[in-house]
């Protein structure tokens, strides 16, 4: 570990990109990923809770129009996700965009994407783990085994946008807590059998499409775009305000971003793994809703004011509890065996509950993977109290963190419908998507002859591109996920003064060096000094 002063200014703590690289340099990967391997593994990555679940979310905001949501939402990803793949091709080491802007944009701002992350993931694993709890209630238990759960036990309170009579989501807390058990004591999938889940969630929207589409009624399609394209900043309604919220749908493309380090010839097959990927779930996306809304129709239930009551409000949960609206699309928890009930294929959406029920838990495993190691680098930066990394002596696991951000995760799964969930994590994705975006920018004119594996074309209109669609599905969030991002930045600050900015190691004056090589390194830069390449180096604890 080099020592040296630290950098001034409260905005001038920026972590050499160079020490961050000592370690990837040395470890380089091999590359053998073409551009169909890239597209596979990016379509397993994506498709998940958010089709399987937020389906009837989707409908319930815009209609039939859900299907023009779904290429607004997959358009801003493409061009997010070009941006990713170019600074991970260049950073490729942890931290995802935390790490990226840390070596671009300087502590402060990395402090508030890392933040950003810990939202996004916690909240985006509690999504998950209610999507999994409607399927394993409705699908396996009631439809199956003829088990109607007591609403007290399967939803959250009402205020918070659960059923009348509800009180706890004790599936979706127990499926977090037993995810949150299994990466404690080390258990970890192999890649066989994630094979095995990406081939189970394809196979079941393949035959939901085959099952639904020739059923399609037209009636069901008009009108259109019943809650209008745009229901107002803050209204989360309408066809803008249902692409805010099925970009949830499109979580995980950034996988591939970060495989450009193992992939041939990453200027072309990245982008063709990204767009592909991206192309072929919008696809799938936009039948899947076609052949729900065209077969079960998917009409969403109006306020007084003419326009569609807010998911997750109570408004809406007193409205689906009414006799008429009990079999809406719109009010269903598990929509897509839901719209194959109706249609007259319970024993085939019985199954297709099934898949979802085996698949999402995976879901949710690598969602709290990738928290629990978010906090990991940042406790290695000195901003979080390091003993979050602490390893357990016989499972080798970070349990502290994990421990306690499972029940965290476990917590507001409890709580929350997955509706109001999806759009909160959106709210912390979207933001360090923008912070991505703009780093790749800034690094490309302060450091433009760096070597970049992949370089994002057009960069002039793809990062601002990025930027405004970014902004532009947030402000289409409902208040609540807009109020939300601002509050918990608020309480990130005051941790990051607090603490992170008096324990910091940048900060102190220590950069964290993992590689012998590193007197190769210019000693003229900033905050990294020349050491002997044959003294070990230092590790933080818990490594």
């Not at 007290?152 to 807590?177: C, D, H, R, S, V």
């Amino acid at each position: 570990m080099a020592t040296s002063p630290s950098r001034g200014g409260l905005f001038g703590r920026v972590k050499p990109l160079d020490a961050i690289l000592a370690t990837a340099e040395k470890k380089g990967l091999h590359r053998s990923l073409g551009a169909v391997q890239l597209t596979l593994f990016g379509v397993g990555c994506i498709i998940g809770t958010g089709i399987f679940v937020l389906t009837s979310v989707g409908a319930q905001k815009a209609g039939p129009g859900l299907m023009i949501s779904f290429i607004i939402a997959g358009a801003v990803c493409v061009v997010a996700a070009l941006c990713y793949a170019e600074i991970a091709s260049m950073v490729p080491v942890s931290g995802s965009a935390y790490t990226y802007s840390y070596a671009v944009q300087g502590e402060l701002l990395a402090w508030t994407v890392g933040w950003a992350l810990l939202l996004e993931y916690a909240v985006g694993a509690s999504a998950v783990s209610v999507g999994w709890s409607n399927y394993f209630t409705n699908s396996v238990l009631q439809a199956s085994m003829g088990i109607d759960l007591p609403a007290w036990i399967k939803t959250g309170p009402l205020i918070f946008g659960g059923e009348p009579g509800g009180l706890i989501n004790l599936p979706a807390a127990t499926i977090a807590l037993l995810v949150t058990w299994l990466l404690v004591i080390g258990t970890t999938e192999s890649a066989r059998v994630n094979a095995v889940l990406v081939a189970i969630k394809v196979t079941a929207l393949v035959v939901f499409i085959a099952l639904t589409i020739p059923a399609i009624e037209g009636d069901n399609f008009s009108p259109f775009m019943p809650g209008g394209v745009f229901g107002g900043f803050g209204s989360g309604v309408g066809v803008l305000g249902a692409a805010a919220t099925m970009f949830f749908a499109y979580i995980g493309f950034d996988a591939v971003s970060t495989a450009a380090e193992e992939t041939k010839n990453p200027q072309r097959n990245v982008p063709i793994g990204l767009i592909g990927s991206l192309a072929i779930c919008t696809v799938f996306y936009i039948l899947v809703t076609a052949g729900a809304i065209g077969a079960a129709g998917g009409a969403p239930i109006m306020g007084a004011d003419g326009a569609p009551l807010s998911t997750g409000s109570e408004a809406l949960a007193r409205a689906c509890a009414l006799p008429e609206n009990a079999q809406a699309l719109v009010c269903s928890g598990e929509p897509l065996a839901h719209v194959l009930r109706q249609i007259g294929f319970g024993t085939i959406g019985n199954m297709l509950g099934y898949a979802a029920f085996i698949a999402l838990p995976s879901v949710v495993l690598i969602l709290i993977f990738g928290l629990t190691r978010i906090c990991f680098v940042m406790g290695r930066d000195g901003l979080l109290p390091e003993r979050l990394a602490t390893v357990h002596p016989k499972w080798k696991t970070p349990h502290v963190v994990t421990i306690i951000t499972g029940s965290v995760i476990a917590v507001l799964a409890a709580l929350f419908p997955v509706g109001q969930l999806a759009d909160i994590a959106n709210a912390g994705t979207l933001y360090a998507f923008m912070m991505v975006a703009i780093a790749v920018w800034t690094l490309r004119r302060r450091d433009p002859d760096r070597v970049r594996p992949f370089r994002v074309p057009a960069l002039w209109l793809v990062a601002p591109l990025t930027i405004a669609g970014c902004l532009f599905l947030f402000l289409n969030l409902p208040t609540e996920a807009l109020i939300g991002l601002p509050l918990w930045g608020a309480i990130g600050l005051v941790v990051y003064f607090a603490y992170g900015y008096r324990k910091s190691h940048l900060g102190l004056g220590l950069v964290e060096v993992h590689e012998p090589e590193i007197h190769d390194i210019d000693p003229s830069i900033p905050g990294v000094d020349e050491r002997d390449p044959l003294d070990p180096p230092r590790r933080p604890p818990g490594l």
